[in-house]
């Protein structure tokens, strides 16, 4: 009688050097308090391109749809996204709803523990977030970066530059995440929203959604709200010198490399908030639903590319170099 064999399954893998190859790895088991997820749908992000340069040593991807294969849990054969931040659920952050920044437990699925761009994970209990009925596979991962993080931060901001009376807002960087922030900033009561970017298919996009083009750069008007998308160095240094007395400049792209700032007489000579928001708590994904129901067409339009494993070697990297918005993987 031959050996039985373990099951494998269709993996990701990221060498670095921009080299992706698909590999058949062990199907992972759940430990106690894990759920094991069948992944449908995984959105491409930006943020993954580090570990496509610099390589990963696990299976990458954090904006995940799966179907919980866990015979016997409440949730077996539910839809679910995965909310990436584990948490303790018991440290002062946690329990004031912070769920993103807990201060225990400092991992993130799909970077400190293998992620979606495989055709199975293992998921703590405590990050399945169910998917209703009606939010149909290919936009429900939207509901984490591209509508979770960016409606965060406009809550966020929100708190310190109120609608009423802010005026023009500006949105620097117009990529999946700055067109998200674009919708939340009109689903929230701001009017005029204009937006920079150097890819012109994305400043198009934008002004499509009803954005005012801003050209990247230009930081001859300046703004009560300023949220910046890109992570580009450049784009942090004009919100500082660009944004208005009491206002507000909200970091939300990210970016590895130092930033150092020069304290120049505009930035100094003025009162000012600068802010870092990241992700979203658990409890703020009832209205990230709601959003998605509610602008569900323009959601739509960014999902432009539905491709397969195999493809991804090559799709990433028309991703990574501006060509595609929101390519979404697809194990259906």
């Known amino acids: 009688m031959s050996p039985t064999r373990n099951p494998t399954m269709q993996a990701a893998v990221f060498h670095g050097d921009r080299r992706i190859t698909v590999e058949r790895l062990p199907i992972p088991g759940a430990a106690p308090g894990e759920v094991r997820l069948r992944v449908s749908r995984n959105a491409l992000c930006g943020s993954d391109t580090k570990l496509w340069l610099k390589g990963s040593s696990i299976t990458p991807g954090h904006e995940i749809l799966g179907v919980v294969e866990q015979k016997g849990h409440a949730l077996d054969g539910r839809r679910c996204v995965v909310y990436i931040p584990l948490h303790c659920g018991s440290c002062d952050a946690c329990r004031a709803g912070d769920t993103q920044m807990c201060l225990t437990v400092s991992s993130l699925i799909g970077w400190n523990r293998p992620g979606g761009y495989a055709e199975y994970l293992t998921v703590p209990e405590g990050c399945l977030l169910p998917v209703p009925d009606d939010i149909e596979d290919r936009l429900a991962p939207l509901l984490l970066d591209t509508i979770g993080t960016s ?32 919708i939340a900033l009109q689903n929230h009561g701001f009017s005029q929203v204009y937006t920079s970017d150097p890819n012109r298919d994305r400043l198009t996009a934008a002004v499509d959604f009803g954005a005012i083009p801003h050209p990247a750069g230009d930081a001859s008007r300046r703004f009560r709200l300023i949220v910046e998308c890109s992570g580009a160095h450049a784009a942090r240094n004009l919100g500082l010198e660009a944004v208005l007395p009491r206002g507000a400049l909200m970091l939300v792209g990210e970016n590895d490399a130092p930033w150092s700032i020069e304290e120049t007489k505009t930035i100094r000579r003025k009162d000012f908030h600068m802010i870092r928001s990241f ?12 959003l998605l129901r509610r602008e569900r067409e323009r959601y739509r339009r960014l999902v432009d590319l539905e491709f397969r494993l195999r493809e991804l070697p090559e799709v990433y990297r028309r991703f990574a170099e501006g060509g595609l918005m929101k390519p979404m993987l697809s194990f259906a």
């Open 151 to 182: 409606a965060h931060a406009v809550r966020f901001a929100s708190r310190v530059v109120p609608p009423e009376g802010a005026g023009p807002v500006l949105v620097t960087g117009a990529g999946p995440v700055g067109l998200g922030v674009v």
């Open 279 to 290: 992700y979203f708590p658990k409890g703020c994904f009832s209205a990230n639903v709601a």
